[in-house]
Structures are given as C-alpha cells and as structure tokens.
C-alpha cells in the first residue's frame, strides 16, 4: 500500500488526545475514536494511528486492523473534490461501473487513490438514497443524476480551477 | 450451576448451561472436527471464533447449521454431528478453503504435522472444484531472523493473534484487510522484524497451516558438518531432551539424553556439549549478581535495583527491550546460557583444542525460536563472527535425525563430552518454568548461608500456575521471589516494578507456556496443555537422578573459574558473560 510520510504537529496530537480522553481513553471506543479523528485530519495516516493505539493503550496492529477492514476509513487523503461514484444496485445495472471505468482512465487513478495535484480522489458507496437518478455520482457535496460516460469529461470540467 | 439435558447422536448427555455444543460432544466422546478452533485450558484460552465453519452441526429444529465451537447447549436440543447434511456442508466448506490454498503440500515446511492436511485427508477430498474461478492467494512472504510468514497460506484461523495478544500481550500481530486480502498481520503490514515481535514462537506453535513456521538452518548445518576445514561442536538446551523422542512415536515426557547424544554424534559432531554446563555458569554469574545487590540493599544503599529479573530467555529480553524500556537496568545483565556457552566455547574451549575462532562452528539445539535471533545480535559477535553460528529447534533436529536414516528409538545412550558437557541438576532444571530461580536459590543460598542445604529442593518454586510466588528463608532473611510464565503474566509482573510496588527480591520471567518446554521450537502440542505437563516431570527426573545438584558445585565450573574466568563477575566474567539492553521502543513507532 503507498504510503505518505506525515510528521504531526503539537496541536493535532493534542486534538487527537482530546478526542480519545472524550471516549475515556477506551479501546473499546477505537471504531468511535476513529470515525472523529478522520473527521478532524480528513483521513488516518500510519502516524494518526500510532498516536491514538498510544493513547487507547491498544497495539497499532489493532488500529490498522479496524481500518482497513471498514471502507469508511481511508489511510489516504482525499481530494480537494472528492468524487464518489455510488455502486449500489439500481446505479450498478443502469452502469455504474462504466461510469467509473471513464472516471478512472480520465483521472489516472484506481479507486482509493488521489490525483498527483490533490484535486480529485475516487471512491465508491453503495446508495446515496437517489435511485431514481442513477447512476448517480457525487463530487463533494453536489449530486450528478442519469451520469453516462461521456458526460464524465463535462463534470470534471466544472472543476479545472 | 444449572444442568442442561440434550441429546447428541441419539445419546443424552447433561452438561452445565453455558457449554459448547462442541464440548458436550466431546463428555461423550463424540470428535466433532475442528479447525480454527483451540482450547488451551491451561493458559485459560479459549478461541472459539467460529469463523471456518468446518465444526458444523444439524439442530433440530432450526434452519441453518451451527458453528458447534460457539454454540451453547439449550435443554432438550437434539444434534447431529454426522448427518449427510453436515458431511456434505463439511467437504464443501474445506473445498472453499482449499480453493486458493497453495498446493506445494510436497515440499512445504509443514507437511506431515499440518491441521489443514490432516482435515483433508479426514474428510476425503480428493479434488477441488472452483479452482480454475478462484484467484490465488498471493500475499508477500516475510523472512525474520526467527519467522517465515508466508501468508498464501493463512487460513485467517487468527489462532496467531490470539496467542501474540491475548497470551503474550504483545500485540505485533492483528487480522487486516477484508474478504480475499484479509491475512494476518504486524501494522501497516509492515516487516515481522519492524514490529513488536519478540520472536517467541507461539504464533508457530499454534498454526495449523504452514503460513507460520520457523527459519530452516539444516542445510546449512549439513553443509558446515561436511566441510572438513570446520570443527562443528553442539550444544543441547535442557527442554530438547523431554520432548524430542515426541517426534519419534514416544510417549511425551519420555528423556532422551544419552540417545541424542548418540545422534548428534552420528551425525558428525566433533563434540557434543550441553548448554547445561553454560547454564551451571549462568547461576555464578546470576546468583552472584543476585548477592551482590541484595547485600547492597541490605546495607541502605539506594540506588540498588530490585527485583533482579532473570535474563535467559531472549524473548523476554526482547520484550522488555520494546515495551518496558524505563526498565532496562532492572533485569540481571547475565547472557542466556546459549550466549555464554557461545563465548566460553569460542575462546577457553577453542585455545584448549586449538582452533581458530572462524574455523570453529557453534551450533545450538534450542526449543525456541528467539534463539536464532539471539544468535545474530551484534553484542554476541566478534568481529563479526557470532558466538553461536546459528540455532536449530527441537523440531529441525527430529528432521535432520530421520533424514539421516536414524531412529532415535534403537540409540544406544551416550554421554556428553567434556569438559563443556557437564552439568548438574541445576541447570536441568532452566528447561522448567521456575526452574531457574530454583537452581540460582540452591546456590545462593548457600553463598549466602555459609552453610550447606541439607535439601536442595525448593518445591514451593514448582508448578504451572501462569504467576506464582514464594518466600524462602535465607538464614532469617525472607527472600521473595515471583515467577511467571507468558508474557501477558510477565507484564503483570513487570507494571507492579515500573509502579515501584513489586514486593519481590527476585523475579524469574520465562516467555512460553511451562517455560522452555513449552518453546515455540518444540515438538507440536496441538493445544493438549498435558504434554508441557509431562515434559515439565522428565526435567525434574533428570534433576533428582543427577549425582550433583548445585550449580557450584559442577567441578568443572570450578576448574573453568580456576583456570581462565577468576571469580564470578570479574573483569573477564563481564567481558564474556554479560551484556546490556537496547531501547528498542522506537521500532513500534518507527515506520518505512
């Protein structure tokens, strides 16, 4: 797994702090702790990881492994624009995955991963509660419905800057 | 507690509530096949995480089968274990597991003594279907100094992680990923050398499969035992003998000694030497460590540090370098007898024969897996040249023996060589946990005394209880001495001495279940806790039926301090026999 060398700062290492004493430094709380952490840095880097297995007094074996077991968690920022391609089943048999395949060779990038520049990242969910509109696509919080493949170049346009 | 009545095969059975379906089975002698499955009473393990599905059974009355390892019992359930529904549920489960299982059974390390292999042949598969649809495992191989993970072969079982956890508490190891990527893991997936690991081999101990297993150093050993520029000399770990005859059809507990004494020199030894003798050095130097800061104590001084830990199992050693860093000037500074018989055998015993250093090959039989590690640590070279050369388990040796076409049953008994292959009970005993702190006592006591123990053996000291504790007299001073064995019961140990509350003078810390008997380079237990029981009774055989029971009194050391040593932790003592600790935490954090 490609990996990102990150060095965290006083202040994020106090805010994770917080955020564990918040649970009572319970590691039964990890999957809970998580979930805000990322809210807070956007993602759970190997260093993130650490400094909460310390502060939960669980082994960082542990940590990783929760992480990469849900999908929800990402060890990778995102992008500036995060586009998320919903695969669940009424946007998969209206294709979906076509949609995505176009995303892909666009973008250079596998789903999980970011553009180079940091602007955009793929990932897939399953249902965003749109159906009647799929294949539907996200790019941050704005909702593309009816998404063929070749209006995949449009919707990146609308992002160039 | 209230009984629960079922019926299993059509025979009643009564059990307490709360029972496993699977362990009622067995009150009627009734095997229902397991695989991820293990229960290891002893240590209080049970791991029963219901995940390879291979233990089902038919209720009636309901409509899935269940996972007999963790399904309890309910009054008047009835079960069938062998129902052609479960038979068929069974073969298709292994099928699945099978499926994107290498298939190098002929040359894998495991082979003959794995679970996966033996369930097979159990339930008759005989093809595997969906292969040509099934992607292989492909996962990275890791080589340690000690391990080989090669996780193509992980059944996700988690047996591993139980024990690294659970047991050892030292956390190197988790399940990551999910559905096909999942295996069994250090964090980030990370190099088994760049975490936690302290090499214990209890992850060995248990796998089923063979996506665990030990770094093989037999061929090497041929190739060195067949170059006549080497002298190759041996040394024996106490534990080895009260196992390996496991390997060869007897009974466990069965010693072995003078047979492998013969083998090893069959197989073209140039000497064969106990690590006994080095263990007999171990208590003068230890039990003279031990007096010394205790008398300091006694005096007022201050800054003396007590408890003493015993220092001769490198997988605590390893422990305690990662995880107890603020302690490392607690533990005795005492190499592990492989290190210094190493140290003796590469300088007294090679000017004694004389040979040079690099053309005289220590090698080490050992019933652990951190010893090979140890072997390899910078403190324990010179010149780059290693006081041991390398270390083979109990289990490597049983197979060098029958690929030598021997039967270790028809050996004759030999007796080791001198003068490096004579020991007293005392050293026996290292291979037991309790057993050093036994042998240091019956020495030290006596140094301390001036008077000679009518009985040398300290009972209270014994058992296989994970902590345990006892008060021996000293003359009228209370010596209090703790023992544990595991690392999860070390760490209990070793959090009551950072919290400057440990009521102890001494304390002995042995990482594997029974001590070294229990080692992760012995013959398989599969779990049956009675077969450490048994090899714990053949070691203190072996120590009652020794003429000699004190380390200082082996003539030998005696000769050994005369002759080239001077006196316990003297200059040259410290120079050959002792060593100092690394702080090692960083490796935790540390990431590539």
């Not at chain 1, 007094?57 to 542990?62: D, I, L, T």
């Not at chain 1, 990402?74 to 995505?100: D, F």
């Not at chain 2, 499969?209 to 150093?217: P, Q, R």
């Not at chain 2, 036994?438 to 009972?459: C, I, N, P, S």
Request: overall charge neutral.
């Amino acid at each position: 797994m490609s990996r990102i060398k990150v060095e965290l700062r006083k202040d994020q290492i106090d805010k994770i702090k917080e955020i564990c004493k918040s649970f009572n430094n319970e590691g039964g709380e990890l999957i809970n702790v998580l979930h805000k952490v990322q809210g807070t840095f956007g993602y759970l880097p190997a260093e993130v990881q650490e400094a909460v297995a310390s502060e939960l007094n669980v082994p960082v074996a542990k940590v990783y492994g929760v992480v990469t077991f849900y999908s929800f968690f990402t060890m990778l920022p995102k992008g500036k624009n995060p586009i998320s391609i919903c695969t669940g089943t009424a946007c998969y048999v209206r294709g979906a995955e076509k949609v995505l395949e176009e995303f892909k060779k666009e973008l250079k990038i596998e789903v999980g991963e970011t553009t180079g520049d940091g602007k955009f990242s793929i990932s897939c969910l399953r249902c965003v509660g749109a159906c009647g509109l799929a294949p539907v696509v996200m790019v941050g919080d704005k909702t593309y419905g009816r998404v063929a493949p070749e209006m995949v170049k449009d919707i990146l346009g609308n992002y160039k800057d | 507690m209230e009984n629960i009545k079922l019926t299993i095969d059509n025979k009643i059975v009564e059990v307490p509530r709360g029972t496993t379906i699977y362990k009622a089975a067995k009150k009627l002698d009734i095997d229902i096949p397991v695989l991820c499955y293990m229960d290891l009473a002893d240590l209080n393990i049970e791991h029963k995480p219901g995940g390879c599905r291979i233990c089902v059974v038919e209720v009636e009355g309901r409509k899935t089968l269940a996972p007999s390892c963790s399904t309890e019992v309910s009054e008047g359930m009835v079960v069938k274990t062998h129902s052609i529904r479960v038979l068929n549920a069974r073969k298709i489960v292994m099928e699945l597991i099978l499926s994107d299982h290498p298939k190098d059974c002929l040359v894998c390390a495991k082979s003959g003594n794995c679970d996966l292999q033996n369930l097979a042949i159990k339930l008759g598969i005989r093809n595997i279907p969906n292969q040509d649809i099934a992607a292989m495992s492909t996962y990275r191989t890791d080589f340690s100094p000690s391990i080989i993970r090669e996780l193509d072969k992980c059944i996700m079982c988690r047996r591993c992680e139980t024990m690294c956890n659970e047991f050892q508490t030292v956390g190197a190891l988790s399940a990551v990923n999910r559905g096909f990527m999942s295996v069994v893991a250090p964090a980030f997936e990370m190099d088994l050398e760049d975490s936690p690991c302290t090499y214990c081999g209890q992850c060995v101990a248990v796998c089923p499969t063979g996506a665990l297993t030990e770094v093989d150093h037999t061929n090497q050993l041929i190739q060195d035992l067949a170059n006549p520029a080497k002298t190759v000399i041996v040394q024996t770990a106490p534990a080895v003998r009260a196992a390996l005859g496991e390997e060869f059809g007897m009974e466990p507990g069965t010693l072995v000694t003078g047979k492998m004494v013969t083998a090893l020199r069959q197989l073209g030894f140039k000497y064969v030497f106990d690590t006994d003798f080095a263990a007999d050095l171990t208590i003068m130097e230890e039990g003279t460590e031990l007096l010394d800061r205790l008398s300091r104590f006694l005096k007022g001084d201050k800054n003396v540090k007590l408890p003493i830990l015993t220092s001769c199992c490198p997988g605590w050693v390893n422990f305690f370098e990662q995880q107890f860093t603020d302690l490392l000037d607690v533990p005795s500074t005492a190499r592990s007898p492989q290190q210094m018989f190493g140290a003796i055998a590469k300088t007294y015993f090679a000017d004694l024969i004389k040979v040079k250093r690099e053309d005289l090959v220590v090698v080490s039989i050992m019933p652990c897996l951190a010893k090979k590690y140890e072997c390899q640590r910078d403190e324990f070279k010179v010149d780059g040249n290693p006081d041991v050369d390398y270390s083979i388990s109990t289990r490597e040796l049983a197979h060098l023996i029958k690929r030598a076409n021997m039967d270790l049953n028809s050996m004759p008994d030999e007796d080791f060589d001198k003068p490096l292959g004579e020991s007293t009970g005392a050293a026996v005993i290292f291979g037991a946990t309790g057993g050093v702190i036994e042998a240091a006592v019956r020495t030290a006591h006596e140094l301390y005394t001036g008077k000679e123990l009518e009985k040398v053996d300290f009972k209270q000291l014994r058992g296989m209880e994970g902590i345990r504790h006892a008060e021996i007299d000293f003359g009228g001073f209370p010596l209090k001495i703790g023992i544990a064995h595991g690392l999860g019961n070390a760490r209990k140990l070793l959090d009551d001495v950072r919290a400057g509350k440990s009521q102890f003078h001494a304390i002995e810390i042995m990482a594997c279940p029974g001590g070294c008997i229990g080692g992760g380079g012995q013959p398989l237990h599969h779990g049956n806790m009675s077969i450490i029981q048994k090899r714990m009774e053949a070691i203190y055989k072996e120590d009652l039926g020794k003429p000699i029971r004190q380390s200082h009194k082996n003539p030998y050391i005696v000769k050994l301090y005369e002759e080239f040593l001077g006196k316990p932790m003297s200059e040259k003592s410290h120079h050959l026999l002792h060593t100092h600790y690394v702080d090692k935490s960083k490796k935790i954090i540390f990431m590539k």
